[in-house]
């Protein structure tokens, strides 16, 4: 968490038109497995290696 209570996130689409939309992050959830730059052997030794407290934080 970064603390922030707003973030705004901006877009160019097709070059010429600026779309900006305010969210809460907050109330994002991101999972290891959103990110598609990781290998599946990459997430499960990262969860083979963490138990408890810190897996539910920081892996589930």
Request: charged letters at 25%.
């Given at each position: 968490m970064t603390g922030c209570e707003q973030a705004n996130i901006a877009a160019?689409?097709?070059g010429n038109r600026l779309v900006v939309h305010h969210v809460d992050p907050r109330s994002w959830h991101i999972r290891l497995d959103d990110n598609p730059s990781l290998?599946?052997?990459y997430i499960g030794a990262?969860?083979?290696?963490?138990?408890?407290?810190?897996?539910?934080r920081m892996i589930d």
């Open positions: 160019l689409l097709g290998s599946p052997a990262l969860r083979a290696e963490c138990v408890g407290l810190w897996r539910r």
